[in-house]
């Protein structure tokens, strides 16, 4: 008894593991029948998967079966049809069930078509049971690939809208691709306005920047841009400015869970880059709160120590000290106005942030101190003037201090200006360093500074 179950189970096995068409095959190389058996394969294309009586030329062949049998659904487990067909294949017959069809394609017209379908039934009926292991195959490597699927889209859930920088995030996401879908190679193209560069990974050739490269709007949703071998999918990934193209391949068209799942990555890249946007302008902006806190408190605090200074030379080194902090320079001349001597002289010089000799050379200004009206700004770059240009525009002479200057790299002339006259001049420079620049928050401060010392230089007079 167990000997006949065992060879009960290899019988069933071997018939619902793809030999219930072998029986049918050889049952009909036994009745001295001539056919091919196909089934469907793509378009106008049938898959041969047995022969009996010939030796096919090929394992696919064309479709000859379109308009032969009715399209209607199957309304039994399986059925047989017979039909005449071409010159190649004079009697096709159609073995179907509810989901599948498979083809006996005939070398020769039967002469009773009724009796060997009739003879046929009971092979039709093992092809039936193939077919329905197979689907059940089929459908449990769906449910596997859709766990997995599952699982792969919970743990991207748990990182993708982690803040990290956008070159980061072109990695992670290349990660997840090879991770959970195994492309045969992946890359993040970065569109750069005209062209487009390899962000992240490696790429056989990198696409011009046309078609779906140049869209304007580009949904998160995959793309088969290249169907033959190796086949060739997109993955857009845009917000605002950021365009990224998820660029992969495969030797077969990806089945539809990899596009659902693709179609699913997209739609979180996005948000995610969206969220990362918005938490870089919320951080950017309480920066920008708090370095604003910073800066008036810091000006409270430079202006009280301004206004305490109690003789002139004093209140000089503490101005020139506070540009010197306020700037991060090294470098800084004083010019203020000396009545007697008619014209402006420096009194404070300041070089590597260490008290230098003071240049008695004078500005000289016979008509008395510079009217503010003829002052066009508050600061001056002398990146885009000479000092020469800056004094004669406020109608004096040259500037007399060129070598001083130029040895101190200055950059920056603020003129210390009331509401009536020009008071001082404090020139800030990098040394080796000239090319350096003030912010517009440092500018806007040293501005505030110079305009408050001005009244205060009232005192001194």
Request: net charge negative; with cysteine.
């Amino acid at each position: 008894m167990p000997e006949n179950i065992n060879e009960l189970y290899n019988r069933i096995d071997f018939l619902i593991s793809g030999g219930a068409v072998k029986v049918l095959a050889d049952f009909l190389a036994g009745e001295g029948v001539k056919a091919v058996i196909a089934e469907a394969g793509t378009p106008g294309v049938l898959n041969v998967i047995d022969a009996a009586g010939v030796v096919p030329s090929s394992l696919t062949l064309n479709d000859e079966t379109a308009g032969l049998f009715t399209q209607t659904p199957a309304k039994e487990a399986y059925s047989l049809e017979y039909a005449e067909g071409s010159k190649t294949w004079p009697g096709i017959i159609r073995i179907r069930g509810f989901h599948w069809e498979i083809f006996i394609l005939l070398t020769e017209k039967p002469s009773n078509p009724e009796a060997l379908m009739k003879s046929l039934e009971p092979y039709a009926g093992l092809v039936r049971l193939w077919e329905s292991s197979r689907r059940i195959s089929d459908a449990e490597k769906k449910l596997s690939r859709l766990s997995y699927m599952i699982l792969a889209t919970k743990n991207t859930l748990a990182s993708i809208f982690e803040p990290m920088p956008l070159q980061y995030f072109a990695s992670f996401l290349a990660d997840v691709i090879q991770e959970s879908l195994f492309p045969k190679s992946a890359a993040i193209l970065k569109d750069e306005g005209s062209y487009l560069t390899v962000f992240n990974g490696k790429a056989d050739s990198i696409p011009e920047r046309k078609g779906i490269y140049a869209a304007q709007i580009l949904p998160p949703a995959p793309v088969v841009v290249k169907n033959d071998s190796p086949v060739e999918v997109v993955l857009p990934v845009a917000e605002g400015e950021c365009r990224l193209f998820c660029l992969m391949q495969w030797d077969n068209l990806p089945d539809e869970q990899t596009m659902n799942f693709l179609e699913l990555l997209g739609s979180l890249a996005v948000r995610a880059i969206a969220i990362n946007n918005l938490r870089v302008q919320s951080m950017r902006a309480e920066a920008n709160i708090s370095a604003g806190e910073f800066t008036v408190l810091s000006l409270s605090n430079v202006l009280k120590v301004l206004r305490g200074a109690g003789d002139k030379e004093r209140f000089f080194s503490l101005l020139v000290d506070i540009f010197l902090e306020q700037s991060r320079m090294p470098n800084c001349v004083l010019a203020s106005w000396n009545a007697p001597r008619k014209g402006y002289t420096l009194s404070e010089h300041r070089s590597g942030h260490i008290r230098a000799d003071v240049d008695p050379t004078l500005l000289p200004s016979p008509e008395g101190k510079v009217q503010s009206a003829k002052i066009s700004g508050s600061v001056y770059d002398l990146a885009e003037k000479t000092p020469d240009d800056i004094f004669k525009s406020w109608g004096l002479a040259g500037c007399p201090w060129k070598n001083l200057l130029k040895e101190g790299g200055a950059r920056y002339i603020f003129p210390v200006c009331d509401d009536n006259s020009l008071a001082g001049i404090i020139v800030l420079g990098a040394g080796s360093e000239g090319r350096i620049a003030l912010d517009r928050s440092q500018l806007a401060s040293l501005q505030l500074i110079a305009q408050f010392a001005a009244y205060e230089f009232r005192r001194f007079e």
